[in-house]
């Protein structure tokens, strides 16, 4: 049996759910004879591990987390390893295998003490989870040679996403089982999907700044002519609004066809965010989600380093560039909004971030049926027609408004967008602030509207 338990335990037996202390050596004229004689027995293994910290406590749970971790890899039990590591510190024993810090010796240093800890472990669980793990790494070692085979034919057919999917699939249970073997270890196998993403190469051409549409290819970027990758698995990210007007980063994920060397590129979501950037990456976020749930970090982040990604700035075309807006508001009800209660600031600074030119000479309201079509200065005029105002509930305050939105062409007097009906609703701390919060969720969701289908 190797002696690769060089760590760590504090000493604790539990009783009848009741922990006894380990026996602490201190201030003793020289070592006890247990830290250095020999120890044989058919029934326990002995393991001493040493550290130093500032106090008792720290060198405690130091060598109790050098110790886990060479039980994790001896055992391979690592998706035990934050369970028997708690154990271990809080109860100075880990059950699943006799495992108890039976007693500890302590030296004074100039920065704190150096201990000795002394942990036993039953020789049959040991040994029988030595049995288990042969027969684990026997197993995983013939599904290693699959994923690796299939990753292979991939590779010579150019699917790369797809070899690399696989040879991320045979990491993992590599890591599971703590495979040592050449070829499928973790090093090996984590080096051919970092040399796969090194490889990849995504080139972008006849991009339109101002409609966000571009082309994107992937080759791999070996020998004088690169070959296009197949069925590469792409991200593409850029800022867009939601209905309550705030910026968020939307992402769309697409599949380059086999039968395709370039991907015609326009975004689904046409609320883009008039300037920003547009990031194109290799979409591998299913292979970091495995490894960041096995909490296998240290891979995730050099994969991630490895990534490659295409960052490209634009300016999106806008119908209302340059465009003079007049913003009318009116009700078919008898609950008028009062003016002071709009919020005009806000809806102009949306307005703006669409690319209009927005003069507000004055905001009317008016009880009509069918708004006018002004002349003049503007070149469009955006109607909010507030049909419903209602109080929902007069002790909180909640106010429910309904109605759509209207946009008319001045030059042409012409309506040419009418919006289907849509309402929202709001609360406040007085029925004015609640009526207010209504109506301008009512504006912007309306101009949000507006950006999607004008």
């Known amino acids: 049996m190797k002696k690769i338990f060089t760590i760590l335990l504090a000493s604790m037996l539990l009783l009848s759910s009741c922990a006894i202390s380990s026996t602490i050596d201190r201030n003793v004229s020289r070592r006890p004879s247990w830290i250095t004689e020999t120890y044989l027995s058919q029934t326990t293994i002995k393991y001493i591990i040493t550290s130093r910290g500032a106090d008792e406590d720290e060198s405690y749970r130091i060598a109790c987390n050098a110790f886990v971790d060479s039980l994790t890899n001896y055992l391979s039990i690592s998706e035990k390893t934050a369970e028997y590591r708690e154990s271990l510190i809080d109860t100075l024993a880990i059950q699943d295998y006799g495992i108890y810090n039976t007693t500890r010796y302590l030296e004074p240093t100039d920065d704190g003490v150096r201990g000795y800890f002394l942990f036993t472990a039953d020789r049959e669980k040991v040994n029988d989870r030595l049995k288990v793990k042969e027969s684990n790494v026997e197993s995983a070692t013939f599904e290693i040679g699959k994923l690796i085979s299939t990753a292979d034919t991939y590779y010579k057919n150019n699917k790369d996403c797809k070899a690399f999917s696989s040879l991320i699939d045979a990491y ?6 703590n495979i040592l073997n050449k070829n499928i270890g973790l090093d090996d196998l984590l080096a051919r999907c970092v040399s796969i993403l090194d490889k990849t190469k995504i080139a972008v051409s006849d ?3 101002e409609e966000l549409s571009c082309l994107i290819g992937v080759t791999r970027q070996v020998g004088l002519f690169p070959p296009s990758v197949l069925d590469s698995k792409i991200k593409i990210s850029y800022s867009s609004f939601n209905p309550e007007m705030k910026t ?3 992402t769309e994920r697409i599949i380059l066809s086999s039968k395709l060397e370039s991907y015609k590129f326009e975004p ?4 883009v965010y008039a300037n920003g950037v547009l990031l194109i990456e290799v979409d591998i976020d ?8 096995l909490g296998y970090i240290d891979a995730l982040k050099k994969l991630e380093k490895a990534n490659k990604c295409y960052l490209l700035s634009y300016n999106t075309l806008s119908d209302f560039r340059g465009k003079t807006i007049k913003l009318d508001v009116y009700e078919n009800d008898l609950n ?3 003016l002071s209660l709009i919020d005009v600031s806000n809806i102009v600074d949306v307005l703006e971030g669409l690319g209009a030119v927005v003069t507000v000479d004055e905001l009317k309201s008016e009880y009509k049926k069918t708004s006018s079509i002004d002349n003049g200065l503007y070149d469009y005029q955006i109607t909010f027609k507030n049909e419903v105002t209602e109080k929902l509930d007069e002790l909180r305050f909640v106010v429910r408004t309904a109605g759509s939105i209207e946009v008319a062409d001045l030059q042409k007097r012409s309506v040419v967008y009418v919006s289907d009906p849509f309402e929202t609703v709001a609360n406040g701390e007085t029925p004015e602030i609640a009526l207010k919060n209504a109506f301008n969720s009512f504006a912007l969701k309306g101009i949000f509207l507006l950006k999607e289908n004008f």
Do not use: A, H, Q
């Open 286 to 293: 299913e292979s970091l989600y495995k490894l960041e749930k």
């Open 207 to 209: 991009f339109n700044g």
């Open 268 to 271: 689904k979501n046409k609320s």
């Open 336 to 338: 008028e909004i009062p």
């Open 172 to 177: 993992i249970i590599s890591r599971k089982n």
């Open 248 to 250: 968020y980063l939307e």
